[in-house]
């Protein structure tokens, strides 16, 4: 079976400092692992994506994330927060076997100026 | 290229009554899924259709019905809504490789409120 964990459902950083985002993951065979993006009243769109290729993965928009098996984690990391990163993120987790998508409960990111 | 559609955008019901959610891709994926949405709660898939033809549920399948109509449309009906339904609905689309590392891509969402 797969799911995630988003730790926190509420993170605030000022505008310029470093945004970190945490997801861990449980899965019994190799996963894949995303993190999308939603803006109020908006779709989700894809930030980014590991499957199984280099353990640092860059996205759009600055963001990267390291999957890391070891600590079964895979967090979402942008060096300096701006005002418009201010959205709802979620991690989502997949097996290479699989068809369904597991999402975390989301992570609200707020951006003080 | 419009991507993934929904209609409508907003809905509100009575209790009891029934509608279907429309959902549309323009990308020639093989596989379409409907989550609904809630606070606190992440999204939650209702079912998916892994190709043409085909469905199954996901984790919170009650009170819900799917057609897969043809390879670009997959609807999502609720026979007798209920204010436990009243959520916002997306529709998202992939195209599996192999192995399976498909990304999803996302409607704009319906808001559905049950009265």
């Known amino acids: 079976a797969q799911s995630v964990t988003q730790l926190g459902s509420h993170v605030s950083v000022s505008e310029g400092a470093l945004v970190l985002l945490r997801c861990n993951y449980s899965?019994?065979?190799?996963?894949?692992l995303f993190w999308y993006v939603q803006y109020p009243n908006q779709g989700l769109q894809l930030l980014l994506k590991y499957t199984s290729a280099a353990t640092l993965v860059k996205g759009i928009n600055g963001f990267e994330a390291e999957f890391k098996k070891s600590e079964t984690s895979f967090h979402l990391t942008k060096p300096s927060a701006h005002m418009s990163d201010a959205a709802e993120y979620f991690c989502?987790?997949?097996?290479?076997?699989?068809?369904?998508?597991?999402f975390g409960t989301g992570t609200s990111l707020t951006v003080i100026p | 290229n419009a991507g993934v559609t929904q209609t409508p955008k907003f809905q509100v019901l009575k209790t009891g009554q029934s509608m279907t959610l429309q959902c549309a891709q323009d990308m020639n994926h093989n596989s379409m899924y409907w989550y609904r949405q809630d606070p606190g709660m992440g999204l939650r898939l209702i079912y998916y259709?892994?190709?043409?033809?085909?469905?199954d549920k996901g984790e919170v399948p009650n009170g819900y019905n799917v057609s897969r109509l043809n390879k670009r449309e997959f609807s999502l009906r609720l026979e007798s809504a209920a204010p436990s339904q009243t959520s916002v609905y997306f529709c998202a689309s992939s195209e599996p490789l192999a192995p399976t590392t498909d990304t999803q891509y996302f409607g704009p969402g319906t808001r559905l409120t049950v009265l």
């Open positions: 259709s892994a190709s043409e033809g085909t469905t």
């Open positions: 989502a987790v997949i097996a290479n076997t699989g068809n369904q998508f597991y």
């Open positions: 899965s019994s065979v190799p996963p894949y």
